[in-house]
């Protein structure tokens, strides 16, 4: 099965300061992951054409970065997701936009995990993180709630643990946000 997912948010911010949030990904610095909502974005070294990590049970390798502009992931992990995904910073005559895309074709397990599970956190988790890049940038975010659904698998997920959503205001914002 071919899967496209695309997700995107104008940002009123000239792309040099959105991409430096992008910059940040998985280090302790990071302002554009959701890591207080999500399981944390981490490489065996900082950011750049080879790191190898990934994020909870998704596992891929950075095959393309461009500092600023646009990282590009393989994924290598769960089972059955092959192809890409990437971030990118697209100047717009009025801000920048920041789109998330996902390019795989799936296969095995993940005819069944990707429609059930994992499209519906991917969703929410990319979501958060727009918001997180909103904040850190000093505007107020943009929060789309979680479906009952995503509520339902985060709170299965983690045995009833997982807490509520929570995006930080930028009066609030308290740490690497």
Request: aromatic share 8%; glycine share 10%.
């Amino acid at each position: 099965m071919h899967i496209v997912n695309i997700h995107q948010r104008s940002i009123p911010r000239p792309a040099a300061e959105v991409g430096r949030l992008l910059d940040t990904l998985a280090s302790d610095d990071d302002a554009l992951w959701p890591r207080k909502l999500w399981p944390a974005m981490r490489f065996d070294r900082p950011l750049a054409v080879g790191a190898d990590g990934g994020h909870g049970p998704v596992g891929y390798a950075v095959v393309d970065y461009k500092p600023g502009w646009v990282v590009r992931f393989k994924f290598s992990a769960p089972r059955g997701f092959n192809g890409h995904h990437q971030l990118e910073v697209i100047p717009e005559d009025d801000g920048t936009l920041l789109r998330h895309t996902i390019d795989m074709n799936a296969e095995g397990p993940a005819l069944l995990t990707w429609p059930l599970a994992i499209r519906w956190l991917h969703d929410a988790c990319l979501e958060d993180a727009f918001a997180t890049a909103e904040v850190s940038l000093g505007l107020t975010p943009t929060v789309i709630t979680w479906s009952p659904w995503v509520k339902l698998l985060r709170w299965a997920m983690s045995g009833g643990k997982m807490g509520p959503q929570q995006i930080p205001t930028p009066s609030r914002a308290d740490s690497g946000l």
